[in-house]
C-alpha cells in the first residue's frame, strides 16, 4: 500500500520560509518522479513543483519558480519542498505527488498524499 505523508505546514508570515516533507512508503522511491501541488479555497488544484528520480531534473510552476525549491533523498525515501519569499497567495493545502515514471514530464499522477495546510498571514 503506497503512503505519501506530508509534514511541515503551518502558519508563517509573509516574507517567511516554511520546508515542507514528504515521507513515501510502499513504493520504489528511487524510481518514482515526485511532485507537489497546492489548493486554494475555491481554487483549483495547481502544480507547484516536480523532480525526476534521480533528483536531476526538476520543473516548478510560473507562480513559484525562483522562490521555491523542489528536492529528494532517495535513501530517506522522502521528497521536500523549501519555500522562500512567502506571499499571501501561497496560502493552501499542499499535496505531495507521486508517478511511476522515471521522469517528470511524463504521465499522471498516480498517488496523492494527505496534505497539509500552509497558511501565510501579514
Known amino acids: 500500500q503506497v503512503q505519501l505523508a506530508e509534514s511541515g505546514g503551518r502558519e508563517v508570515q509573509i516574507g517567511g520560509s516554511l520546508t515542507l516533507s514528504c515521507a513515501a512508503s510502499?513504493?520504489?522511491?528511487?524510481?518514482?518522479?515526485m511532485g507537489w501541488f497546492r489548493q486554494a479555497p475555491g481554487k483549483e488544484r495547481e502544480f507547484v513543483a516536480g523532480?525526476?528520480?534521480?533528483?536531476?531534473?526538476?520543473f516548478y510552476g510560473d507562480s513559484v519558480e525562483d522562490r521555491f525549491t523542489i528536492s529528494r533523498d532517495n535513501a530517506k525515501m522522502t521528497v521536500y519542498l523549501q519555500m522562500n519569499s512567502l506571499e499571501l497567495e501561497d496560502t493552501a493545502i499542499y499535496y505531495c505527488?507521486?508517478?511511476?515514471?522515471?521522469?517528470?514530464?511524463?504521465?499522471?499522477?498516480?498517488?496523492w498524499g494527505q496534505g497539509t495546510q500552509v497558511t501565510v498571514s501579514s
Open positions: 510502499g513504493l520504489t522511491f528511487s524510481r518514482s518522479a
Open positions: 505527488a507521486a508517478k511511476l515514471r522515471l521522469v517528470w514530464q511524463s504521465g499522471d499522477v498516480d498517488y
Open positions: 523532480i525526476n528520480w534521480s533528483g536531476y531534473g526538476t
